[in-house]
């Protein structure tokens, strides 16, 4: 989409076509057995943790099936959600760039963590993975609540495999 295109609004948004598979991302994220099950801690930074998470899972798939420009227009919705979050939370405009430079490096660090992880199947290297990138409540079992959230995330990983790509874009759930 050229630059004039997006600034007259003559030309549809391409986010769009993913649009679906960010909000099943937030769905998957919101899943109560992460919070009971794993122990996640059911706060702002549990939450974030776990779309994270989420979307590090996804993107890995994308990038398997070689659709880098829909991994980068999910990575440009996550942003925009992001944005839209921290502005709720009464973050000023000056601050919000920042912020959200911040938690793109973030992304891309975590993205890192996990690829090698979920490429290799690595059960031990994704739990020492969620062990670091995870919040968990002040109470829990750290160990056995990475463990719980790595198991979800290898089946989620293993399901997004046995999709098609379409079937992926379009987050119709089944997933």
């Given at each position: 989409m ?5 600034l ?9 076509a993913?649009?679906?598979l960010?909000?099943r ?8 057995s ?10 702002v930074?549990?939450?974030f ?10 993107m890995?798939?994308l990038?398997?099936?070689?659709m880098?420009?829909?991994?980068a ?6 942003v ?10 009464g ?16 992304v ?19 739990i ?35 999709r098609s ?5 379009k ?5």
């Amino acid at each position: 989409m050229s630059f004039l295109s997006r600034l007259l609004g003559t030309a549809p948004d391409p986010r769009e076509a993913i649009r679906p598979l960010w909000h099943r991302v937030v769905e998957l994220a919101r899943e109560p057995s992460y919070y009971a099950d794993c122990n996640v801690a059911d706060s702002v930074g549990g939450r974030f943790d776990l779309i994270t998470a989420v979307v590090c899972v996804i993107m890995v798939r994308l990038e398997a099936s070689e659709m880098r420009a829909e991994s980068a227009l999910l990575a440009e919705l996550f942003v925009e959600d992001m944005d839209g979050q921290l502005r709720e939370f009464g973050v000023n405009d000056v601050v919000v760039g920042k912020r959200i430079g911040k938690l793109m490096s973030v992304v891309g660090g975590r993205l890192g963590a996990y690829r090698g992880a979920l490429v290799e199947k690595d059960r031990e290297r994704l739990i020492g993975a969620v062990t670091r990138n995870v919040t968990f409540s002040e109470d829990a079992d750290e160990a056995a609540g990475a463990a719980g959230v790595a198991d979800k995330l290898l089946a989620l990983s293993e399901r997004l495999a046995a999709r098609s790509d379409d079937e992926l874009i379009k987050a119709n759930g089944i997933w």
